[in-house]
């Protein structure tokens, strides 16, 4: 099992940032990718960024330009840098871990990234 922790969601303005976080902990495989998701409401869950621990980093085309994954493999984290924040941004933003030649992957509970004036 993995288990992941979210923090850094909250209410912004437009044109405003924020840093999400995301920690994992317990058996984390030893090839992976850690990213973002996000599901607005009334809409499927999609995907923001996602990195590997190999290098790997990709990007939905309405983040790119805006939005900066990053990774510190020592302590198995990952953040998601946001700027230039829009109200089309607005989701519940899920971390997610999942193996690169695997099947397994584990979701974070959610935080709330609110884009608002």
């Known amino acids: 099992q993995v288990q992941l922790v979210e923090s850094g969601g909250g209410l912004v303005q437009p044109g405003g940032s924020l840093r999400l976080s995301c920690a994992a902990s317990?058996?984390?495989?030893?090839?992976?990718?850690m990213g973002w998701y996000r599901q607005a409401p009334g809409k499927q869950r999609e995907l923001v960024a996602t990195?590997?621990?190999?290098?790997?980093?990709n990007y939905a085309q309405s983040v790119k330009g805006r939005f900066t994954i990053s990774r510190d493999n020592a302590k198995n984290t990952v953040y998601l840098q946001m700027n230039s924040l829009k109200p089309e941004d607005t989701a519940v933003y899920y971390c997610?871990?999942?193996?690169?030649?695997?099947?397994?992957?584990?979701w974070g509970q959610g935080t709330h990234v609110t884009v608002s004036s």
């Open positions: 317990g058996s984390i495989f030893s090839l992976n990718h």
């Open positions: 997610n871990i999942k193996e690169i030649f695997g099947v397994s992957s584990f």
């Open positions: 990195a590997s621990n190999i290098g790997d980093i």
